[in-house]
């Protein structure tokens, strides 16, 4: 294992590729008249000292905290460790790595003197603020302000944890904040725990196109949507804060996208409040979430909700939704492997409070006026309606892919969507069911298993 240090100290001659590469490179700079003062350089009046005997002047030229992070990340080999030190560092471009066994870690992901804060405010170039790919990654314990597009980004790996780590826009909600906070993609065995993600104008914490996915212990607020699990198969979400985003969690298949998602638990999350005004880019999928969404599933199958308080969501606490009602619906191109309706949804053991009162879209809110009065709310649960004619028996589906709501004294309103509602109606006979629960994601040693 190497541990990269930041700091301005020589190091004793470490015997690691790293140390030889920074030796190499203070020999280079010496033969050039120039001092780079480098974390792992060999002593740098030593080198000064050398310099000006075969010269009339050395030039020393300090080398900055992001460039120092660059050139570690550019260079990074398994067992590496890179050690980012406390203080808010300005970023000016993004930051890059592509490589295996590599650990990023801060002083903190707070606020203060001793957290580590990577600063893009005055970010010139770059679609990210880090963006990494491989595997056996970890990034902990920092800071990601103010990112031009995505705040942490890695993709193309497994075994990857991201933990405490904060996103953030500091301006608050605008649609000029970048898209996604923290965002694994294309990812198996992923562990996301304790970290924070605030302003995001699509999601603060975005998992897509992966596999076996823990996210816990996370806070969301202020974002579009707080968690979203999209196309991805095998995801645990749980003991999470989501409030004051546009929708808490959201559980989505894209119909443009190859891989389906199924088998998500959502579970002992309290998701609350989440009546933000939606402030993501026009035409964007998470545009059509309404403001005061609390947990949402849209085209997606085999989805658990369970043991979540859930409260205080304008539209409604529980939305079930098929790509028919999505705000994308007829634009998107859709894959062959795409199904459009949402089955084998199982929500129980829930507590709800109070919702549904001011739903976050003028035709949501006619309905409910048309359906419950001006006075009255939306139920715990609300779902468009929408079943595939392709697979139902006697107009029902099979045992194992309907819509069980057994929950308390919970309700649910099928909205009649593909009717404009004509229909809507709150007949429970065959929602009163259970369903097969869903096995627990184990990612064993990656997850403190």
């Not at 460790?81 to 970023?91: D, L, V, W």
């Not at 580590?116 to 770059?126: A, D, E, H, I, R």
């Not at 979203?228 to 894209?254: H, K, P, Q, R, W």
Request: proline letters at 5%; glycine letters at 10%; one cysteine or more.
């Amino acid at each position: 294992m190497t541990v990269v240090p930041f700091n301005e100290q020589t190091p004793s001659v470490q015997n690691t590729r790293s140390g030889h590469r920074a030796l190499r490179l203070c020999a280079l700079s010496c033969l050039l008249g120039t001092t780079l003062i480098l974390g792992a350089c060999g002593d740098s009046t030593t080198a000064t000292d050398a310099a000006n005997n075969t010269a009339d002047s050395t030039t020393q030229v300090e080398v900055s905290v992001e460039e120092r992070l660059r050139q570690q990340l550019a260079t990074a080999k398994a067992g590496d460790i890179i050690n980012i030190p406390a203080g808010t560092h300005s970023i000016a471009r993004s930051l890059v790595m592509n490589a295996n066994g590599v650990t990023i870690r801060g002083a903190g992901s707070g606020r203060g003197e001793n957290d580590t804060v990577l600063s893009f405010k005055n970010q010139l170039v770059g679609a990210e603020g880090l963006l990494l790919a491989g595997s056996d990654l970890t990034v902990e314990n920092l800071a990601i302000e103010d990112a031009k597009g995505d705040g942490l980004k890695i993709t193309d790996g497994s075994n990857i944890i991201i933990r405490s780590v904060r996103a953030e826009w500091t301006n608050g909600p605008d649609t000029k904040n970048g898209a996604y906070g923290i965002y694994p993609v294309q990812t198996e065995n992923l562990l996301v725990e304790d970290n924070v993600a605030i302003g995001a104008s699509d999601a603060g914490i975005y998992v897509g196109q992966s596999k076996n996915i823990v996210v816990r212990n996370n806070i969301a607020r202020d974002n579009v949507a707080g968690i979203e699990i999209e196309n991805s198969t095998n995801a645990d979400v749980y003991d999470n804060l989501t409030e004051n985003n546009t929708g808490g969690i959201l559980v989505f298949n894209m119909p443009d996208i190859p891989l389906k998602g199924t088998r998500t638990r959502v579970y002992n999350n309290d998701v609350r409040t989440n009546n933000l005004a939606n402030f993501a880019a026009p035409g964007t999928p998470v545009a059509g979430v309404p403001a005061g969404t609390g947990v949402i599933v849209n085209s997606n199958d085999e989805v658990e909700i369970f043991d979540n308080r859930i409260s205080g969501n304008a539209t409604a606490n529980v939305i079930i939704s098929s790509y028919f009602s999505a705000n994308y619906s007829g634009r998107l191109k859709v894959a062959p492997e795409f199904d459009p309706y949402p089955e084998s949804i199982y929500v129980y053991g829930n507590t709800f409070a109070p919702g549904g009162n001011k739903p976050g879209f003028p035709e949501l809110d006619a309905l409910r006026v048309a359906v419950f009065g001006a006075d009255g709310s939306f139920p715990d649960v609300l779902w468009d309606g929408a079943l595939n004619p392709e697979i139902l028996t006697d107009g029902v589906l099979t045992a194992n892919q309907r819509i069980c709501i057994n929950n308390g004294d919970a309700q649910m309103l099928n909205a009649d969507s593909l009717n404009g509602g004509a229909g809507a109606n709150m007949n429970m006979d065959s929602h009163r069911c259970d369903l097969p629960k869903l096995p627990p994601i184990d990612l064993g040693a990656l997850a403190g298993g």
